[in-house]
């Protein structure tokens, strides 16, 4: 651009005046004026430094603009094998979940008994659900995640409330897990007040180790799956059933989420076998093997479990970990609705994933791209089924392809500028072409390769990934 700096100033089309374009009255409408208003800043900001042509203020801020929403988060394409992946959000929701988070966003009864005008219970659908599957349960709660369900059974049952002031919970020293961004089950506990009584050794842990620790200072007995590793060799632990004898409230902590037992991980623990074998609660996470939202789910067992999932909900703090109406009707839905995702990509048919990469790459190849359909392998992830190896199909491509996948370029900017809009043909924000990369995919490294595993990918979605890579240059 040519000009002194006061001339480029004066070139600047002023802000009322660019808002006020026609392109830029949907995007108003759809992501909020603040949003686009910056983005025009931004524009105005290139032009005053000689980067941008001061006729292509609007094009640049139109570029600038998300395409689907007003937040900083991006959909990405889970390729990577793992079906839980907690940095991705763990499990996605299902077509029925979606659609019951619409419902709810609005203004809904999640509180109100429409047919005599009361007050009614909050989230008694999702409980309902959660009730029914789970007939085994007395009593169930929901809690905003898993976490949220151990400090909340912590703080009634041995915090420093109570009288007398906190009691012990028992627990094994080889369950005193890490779950994740560097938080721990024992500080976890001990944040709430309580006093933690490490029992066995980090291997071994022995029915005399539980009845010798147990006495009138013992709150409850904790028994906590590590789902996240695996130790084998001179190992031994302690089974539900005999910690039920002892006499303390015994609370299982499942992890994964699990309700009722699965065929492909016979040792992930499940909530409907564990109260069976005499567990007084159960605590497990939604958004895990459920194939929920993220929430903390608390069954008792009936009589003594059902009492003290009351007296849990009645506690002042279970105020502070409520879940909020989109996150109940998310749990209804999948709990009452057909399989989620995560259920689907466990059961996935390996033959019929290996059909789908071999397709894929084939067209692939015919577009000019470096691809071959080859055989990977799949996990659960998520803090889940430690160990389990799933068979899956990927496509494999040049390793460059996974940072430029994991990144797609934006839409490119216009060479000239728009034109006007006119009364007959009104101008409209730039949407994405379905082959523009602009969704993110994220595969794995393997062998100096880019595999793009199909295990944790809906079928419907390989005309995006065939889209996101065609997209990458070559």
Not at 69 to 90: D, E, F, I, K, M
Not at 350 to 361: I, S, Y
């Given at each position: 651009?040519s000009g002194t700096p006061q001339d480029v100033r004066r070139q600047v089309p002023r802000t009322d005046a660019v808002l006020a374009d026609p392109?830029?009255?949907?995007?108003?409408?759809?992501?909020?004026?603040?949003?686009?208003?910056?983005?025009?800043?931004?524009?105005?900001?290139?032009?005053?430094?000689?980067?941008?042509?001061?006729?292509?203020?609007?094009?640049?801020?139109?570029?600038?603009?998300?395409?689907?929403?007003?937040?900083?988060?991006?959909?990405?394409?889970?390729?990577?094998?793992?079906?839980?992946?907690?940095?991705?959000?763990?499990?996605?929701?299902?077509?029925?979940?979606?659609?019951?988070?619409?419902?709810?966003?609005?203004?809904?009864?999640?509180?109100?008994?429409?047919?005599?005008?009361?007050?009614?219970?909050?989230?008694?659908?999702?409980?309902?659900?959660?009730?029914?599957?789970?007939?085994?349960?007395?009593?169930?709660?929901?809690?905003?995640?898993?976490?949220?369900?151990?400090?909340?059974?912590?703080?009634?049952?041995?915090?420093?409330?109570?009288?007398?002031?906190?009691?012990?919970?028992?627990?094994?020293?080889?369950?005193?897990?890490?779950?994740?961004?560097?938080?721990?089950?024992?500080?976890?506990?001990?944040?709430?007040?309580?006093?933690?009584?490490?029992?066995?050794?980090?291997?071994?842990?022995?029915?005399?180790?539980?009845?010798?620790?147990?006495?009138?200072?013992?709150?409850?007995?904790?028994?906590?799956?590590?789902?996240?590793?695996?130790?084998?060799?001179?190992?031994?632990?302690?089974?539900?059933?005999?910690?039920?004898?002892?006499?303390?409230?015994?609370?299982?902590?499942?992890?994964?989420?699990?309700?009722?037992?699965?065929?492909?991980?016979?040792?992930?623990?499940?909530?409907?076998?564990?109260?069976?074998?005499?567990?007084?609660?159960?605590?497990?996470?939604g958004d895990k093997l459920l194939g929920g939202p993220q929430a903390g789910l608390l069954l008792g067992s009936p009589g003594a479990g059902a009492?003290?999932?009351?007296?849990?909900?009645?506690?002042?703090?279970?105020?502070?970990?409520?879940?909020?109406?989109?996150?109940?009707?998310?749990?209804?839905?999948?709990?009452?609705?057909?399989?989620?995702?995560?259920?689907?990509?466990?059961?996935?048919?390996?033959?019929?994933?290996?059909?789908?990469?071999?397709?894929?790459?084939?067209?692939?190849?015919?577009?000019?791209?470096?691809?071959?359909?080859?055989?990977?392998?799949?996990?659960?992830?998520?803090?889940?089924?430690?160990?389990?190896?799933?068979?899956?199909?990927?496509?494999?491509?040049?390793?460059?392809?996974?940072?430029?996948?994991?990144?797609?370029?934006?839409?490119?900017?216009?060479?000239?500028?728009?034109?006007?809009?006119?009364?007959?043909?009104?101008?409209?924000?730039?949407q994405p072409s379905p082959d523009s990369g602009v969704v993110a995919v994220l595969g794995r490294l393997e062998g100096g390769r880019c595999l793009?595993?199909?295990?944790?990918?809906?079928?419907?979605?390989?005309?995006?990934?065939?889209?996101?890579?065609?997209?990458?240059?070559?």
């Amino acid at each position: 651009m040519s000009g002194t700096p006061q001339d480029v100033r004066r070139q600047v089309p002023r802000t009322d005046a660019v808002l006020a374009d026609p392109a830029l009255l949907e995007p108003q409408r759809r992501l909020g004026r603040a949003l686009v208003k910056r983005a025009v800043l931004d524009a105005q900001a290139r032009v005053r430094a000689g980067e941008l042509a001061p006729e292509l203020v609007t094009d640049a801020a139109l570029a600038a603009l998300p395409t689907t929403a007003a937040g900083s988060l991006h959909p990405v394409l889970n390729a990577t094998g793992v079906l839980l992946h907690t940095n991705l959000g763990r499990a996605p929701l299902s077509a029925a979940a979606l659609a019951a988070l619409e419902v709810a966003a609005g203004s809904c009864d999640v509180e109100l008994d429409l047919a005599t005008g009361a007050r009614g219970r909050r989230g008694r659908g999702a409980l309902a659900a959660l009730a029914a599957a789970v007939p085994a349960a007395g009593g169930v709660h929901v809690v905003n995640n898993g976490a949220a369900a151990l400090t909340l059974v912590a703080t009634a049952l041995a915090g420093p409330t109570l009288p007398g002031g906190p009691r012990e919970i028992v627990i094994a020293r080889g369950e005193l897990v890490e779950i994740g961004d560097g938080f721990r089950i024992p500080e976890l506990l001990a944040a709430t007040g309580a006093r933690l009584r490490e029992v066995g050794a980090t291997n071994r842990v022995h029915p005399r180790d539980y009845a010798d620790a147990v006495g009138p200072e013992t709150g409850f007995v904790l028994k906590v799956h590590p789902s996240n590793f695996q130790v084998t060799g001179f190992t031994s632990s302690v089974s539900v059933a005999e910690l039920a004898t002892l006499g303390p409230p015994l609370v299982v902590d499942i992890g994964s989420g699990l309700l009722s037992p699965e065929p492909l991980l016979p040792d992930e623990p499940d909530a409907a076998t564990v109260l069976a074998q005499g567990a007084t609660l159960v605590t497990a996470s939604g958004d895990k093997l459920l194939g929920g939202p993220q929430a903390g789910l608390l069954l008792g067992s009936p009589g003594a479990g059902a009492e003290l999932v009351e007296r849990l909900r009645r506690h002042p703090l279970a105020r502070a970990l409520r879940v909020d109406k989109l996150t109940l009707a998310a749990l209804e839905a999948t709990l009452a609705g057909p399989p989620p995702p995560v259920t689907r990509a466990l059961h996935a048919d390996p033959t019929e994933l290996r059909r789908r990469a071999e397709a894929l790459a084939e067209r692939l190849r015919a577009a000019g791209v470096d691809a071959a359909a080859t055989a990977s392998h799949a996990t659960v992830g998520g803090g889940g089924a430690p160990g389990v190896v799933l068979p899956s199909a990927a496509v494999a491509l040049p390793e460059r392809y996974a940072a430029a996948l994991r990144q797609p370029a934006a839409p490119p900017q216009p060479a000239t500028p728009r034109q006007p809009a006119t009364p007959r043909q009104p101008a409209t924000s730039r949407q994405p072409s379905p082959d523009s990369g602009v969704v993110a995919v994220l595969g794995r490294l393997e062998g100096g390769r880019c595999l793009l595993d199909l295990r944790a990918l809906p079928a419907e979605d390989d005309e995006r990934l065939y889209a996101a890579v065609r997209a990458v240059p070559r």
